[in-house]
């Protein structure tokens, strides 16, 4: 039987030793074996009722003598015992503990449980300003959020608490003002019960579909099999050919546009990156609208980017510029649209022009009527793709080795993020090839406005990644005018739902209504003259 290994992490001060009080209580009522490594000693200490019982063994660890594979490997060896728990120091990074325990040798005798991140309530506003990439570092890669000292008469510190850990860390569990111990096991029991594996998260939606849709395929053959009449058997036929198609071409794309990214994210900060945006508002404007081509940010991280770049002083219609343009001017998009549209290659040069001057004159107009507060919201500084990742905390990571496991991460979590608006898209798209009747759509193309304006609208909703968007429009390229074709993929790229959600993050909800308004006015204006 593998040894469960749980991390309780926090500053000092934040309840982390009578934490693990409620942790021994438990396992002296099971009479299970434990050994706690404690890293630092604050107000409280461990139970002197379990320190003395033989099945638990406490063990002081110098305070800056690091962890070992081999230290806590013999450590199992010695105890065999049925749980490790070892107290971090707030101060220090996680990342490092993580991958230890994550080894190859650690591996064969124990297995990470949960990672448990205490946080004083009075205090956290403090740690998250002078010491954020400990803190964000922490809630990122924490299972449970225990949050100490809550204080009713200070609800909004409460919720601010919340919101930046669910914008840190979607699937975080949080303990929000706990009595005594026995409400800290309660729910530590509860959560430790949930299998991870199974959670609701965007990778298992992606498993899920493709799981539908296969089961939903071996059906059709099992029903063509067995010779059922009346079912009209071309029509999956189609479907599973356009669908899949979509799929294969589009996923090359993805790959590697996530990967330019993450290189991108990770290597070149913000601060990096506001060095090269000239003072002049001329010169501005334009390296606004060409850096995207030496920058192949992926639109899904292109919003905390520019959010960092108004903070470093990057004037708000250059920077809003930079935000909209990037994504269509981004290399790999522009591939992937020339080999969407193998034999109109002229498209790819329309989609840059059109979404190059609807990005400039949207710049132009907060030039013209410049907004006097745009007001970030306190949390801006925030990953807000979904992952600590789009921090410039990893863009201060030292060390290559580092700095290549950030990249590889930060791919992963950004190719299922996006992969799974692809699939939706992709279905909806060769459902709509196959179910809606051919001359609905031709009817529906007859007039450029109102084409342009479903197409725009399905660019939002669909959410689709600006490097395979082009596959899901050439689908509608025989049937729809060609500029609402060109306004799905313009559009898309500047604004979503996805990205939706991530101005609200960064901006007031006026301003961002303001941008919204703004870029699909513009769009449907430029894309109808």
Same mark, same amino acid.
């Given at each position: 039987?593998?040894?469960? *290994?749980?991390?309780?992490?926090?500053?000092?001060?934040?309840?982390?030793?009578?934490?693990?009080?409620?942790?021994?209580?438990?396992?002296?009522?099971?009479?299970?074996?434990i050994?706690? /490594?404690?890293k630092?000693?604050?107000?409280?200490?461990?139970?002197? =009722?379990?320190?003395?019982?033989?099945?638990?063994?406490?063990?002081?660890? @110098?305070?800056?003598?690091?962890?070992?594979?081999? +230290?806590?490997?013999?450590?199992?060896?010695?105890?065999?015992?049925d749980?490790?728990? *070892?107290?971090?120091?707030?101060?220090?990074? #996680?990342?490092?503990?993580?991958?230890?325990?994550?080894?190859?040798?650690?591996?064969?005798?124990?297995?990470?449980?949960?990672v448990?991140?205490?946080?004083?309530?009075?205090?956290?506003?403090? +740690?998250?300003?002078?010491?954020?990439?400990n803190?964000? @570092?922490?809630?990122?890669?924490?299972?449970?959020?225990?949050?100490?000292?809550?204080?009713?008469?200070? =609800?909004k510190?409460t919720?601010?608490?919340?919101?930046?850990?669910?914008?840190?860390?979607?699937?975080?569990k949080?303990?929000?003002?706990?009595?005594?111990?026995?409400? !800290?096991? @309660?729910? +530590? =029991?509860?959560?430790?019960r949930?299998?991870?594996?199974?959670?609701?998260? $965007?990778?298992?939606?992606?498993?899920?579909?493709?799981?539908?849709?296969?089961?939903?395929?071996?059906?059709?053959?099992?029903?063509?099999?067995?010779?059922?009449?009346?079912?009209?058997?071309?029509?999956?036929?189609?479907?599973?050919?356009?669908?899949?198609?979509? #799929?294969?071409?589009?996923?090359?794309? /993805?790959?590697?546009?996530?990967?330019?990214?993450?290189i991108?994210?990770?290597?070149?900060?913000? =601060?990096?990156?506001?060095?090269f945006?000239?003072?002049?508002?001329?010169?501005?404007?334009?390296?606004?609208?060409?850096s995207?081509?030496?920058?192949?940010?992926?639109?899904? &991280? /292109?919003?905390?980017?520019?959010?960092?770049? !108004?903070?470093?002083?990057?004037?708000?219609?250059?920077?809003?510029?930079?935000?909209?343009?990037?994504?269509?001017?981004?290399? /790999?998009?522009?591939?992937?649209?020339?080999?969407?549209?193998?034999?109109?290659?002229?498209?790819?040069?329309?989609?840059?022009?059109? $979404?190059?001057? !609807?990005?400039?004159?949207?710049?132009?107009?907060?030039?013209?009527?410049p907004?006097?507060?745009?007001?970030?919201?306190s949390?801006?500084?925030?990953?807000?793709?979904?992952? &600590?990742?789009?921090?410039?905390?990893?863009?201060?990571?030292?060390?290559?080795?580092?700095?290549?496991?950030?990249?590889?991460?930060?791919?992963?979590? @950004?190719?299922?993020?996006?992969?799974?608006?692809?699939?939706?898209?992709?279905?909806?798209?060769?459902?709509?090839?196959?179910?809606?009747?051919?001359?609905?759509?031709?009817?529906?193309?007859?007039?450029?406005?109102?084409?342009?304006?479903?197409?725009?609208?399905? &660019?939002?909703?669909?959410?689709?990644?600006?490097?395979?968007?082009?596959? *899901? &429009?050439?689908?509608?390229?025989?049937?729809?005018?060609?500029?609402?074709? #060109?306004?799905?993929?313009?559009?898309?790229p500047?604004?979503?739902?996805?990205?939706?959600?991530?101005?609200?993050?960064n901006?007031?909800?006026?301003?961002?209504?303001?941008?919204?308004?703004?870029?699909?006015?513009?769009?449907f204006?430029?894309?109808?003259?």
């Amino acid at each position: 039987m593998k040894t469960n *290994i749980i991390l309780v992490t926090g500053f000092l001060g934040a309840g982390k030793t009578s934490f693990i009080n409620g942790l021994l209580r438990e396992s002296y009522q099971h009479k299970s074996r434990i050994v706690v /490594i404690q890293k630092e000693k604050g107000e409280a200490v461990i139970s002197s =009722e379990y320190a003395k019982d033989s099945s638990v063994n406490i063990i002081d660890h @110098e305070k800056d003598k690091p962890i070992t594979i081999n +230290y806590l490997y013999e450590i199992i060896k010695k105890f065999s015992p049925d749980t490790l728990v *070892i107290e971090c120091n707030g101060f220090d990074k #996680l990342e490092p503990i993580l991958d230890i325990v994550d080894s190859r040798q650690l591996r064969k005798v124990s297995c990470l449980s949960n990672v448990i991140n205490l946080v004083d309530a009075k205090a956290f506003k403090m +740690y998250f300003t002078n010491l954020k990439n400990n803190t964000v @570092e922490h809630i990122s890669n924490c299972d449970l959020l225990v949050v100490n000292k809550v204080s009713d008469k200070d =609800e909004k510190g409460t919720l601010y608490i919340e919101k930046v850990a669910k914008k840190l860390n979607k699937n975080i569990k949080l303990l929000v003002g706990f009595q005594d111990e026995k409400d !800290i096991l @309660e729910v +530590y =029991e509860r959560s430790a019960r949930v299998n991870k594996y199974l959670e609701f998260n $965007g990778f298992n939606l992606v498993i899920c579909f493709l799981l539908a849709v296969f089961l939903g395929y071996c059906s059709f053959l099992l029903t063509k099999w067995t010779n059922i009449h009346g079912f009209n058997f071309s029509k999956v036929q189609i479907f599973s050919t356009v669908f899949l198609s979509i #799929l294969i071409q589009a996923v090359p794309f /993805i790959l590697v546009g996530v990967l330019f990214s993450s290189i991108i994210q990770v290597f070149v900060t913000s =601060e990096v990156l506001g060095r090269f945006f000239p003072k002049n508002p001329i010169l501005g404007f334009l390296f606004a609208l060409i850096s995207g081509v030496a920058l192949p940010v992926c639109d899904c &991280a /292109i919003v905390p980017v520019a959010s960092r770049l !108004i903070k470093k002083g990057i004037p708000l219609p250059i920077a809003i510029t930079f935000m909209l343009a990037a994504p269509i001017v981004n290399p /790999i998009a522009i591939a992937s649209t020339l080999y969407a549209f193998p034999n109109q290659p002229t498209t790819a040069l329309y989609r840059i022009y059109f $979404g190059a001057t !609807i990005a400039f004159f949207v710049g132009l107009i907060f030039y013209i009527f410049p907004e006097k507060d745009v007001a970030l919201d306190s949390l801006d500084n925030l990953a807000q793709c979904e992952c &600590a990742v789009c921090s410039d905390y990893y863009g201060g990571t030292k060390g290559i080795v580092e700095k290549v496991k950030a990249i590889f991460k930060h791919s992963s979590m @950004e190719f299922f993020q996006v992969g799974k608006f692809l699939i939706i898209g992709a279905f909806l798209s060769s459902l709509l090839q196959v179910m809606v009747p051919k001359d609905i759509i031709f009817n529906l193309g007859g007039t450029t406005i109102t084409s342009l304006l479903v197409m725009m609208l399905a &660019a939002f909703i669909l959410s689709v990644c600006s490097t395979s968007d082009a596959f *899901i &429009a050439r689908t509608f390229i025989n049937q729809l005018p060609f500029r609402s074709v #060109l306004g799905f993929m313009v559009v898309g790229p500047m604004i979503d739902i996805k990205n939706l959600s991530m101005l609200l993050g960064n901006f007031k909800k006026k301003f961002v209504v303001k941008v919204v308004v703004l870029i699909f006015f513009v769009a449907f204006v430029r894309l109808t003259i």
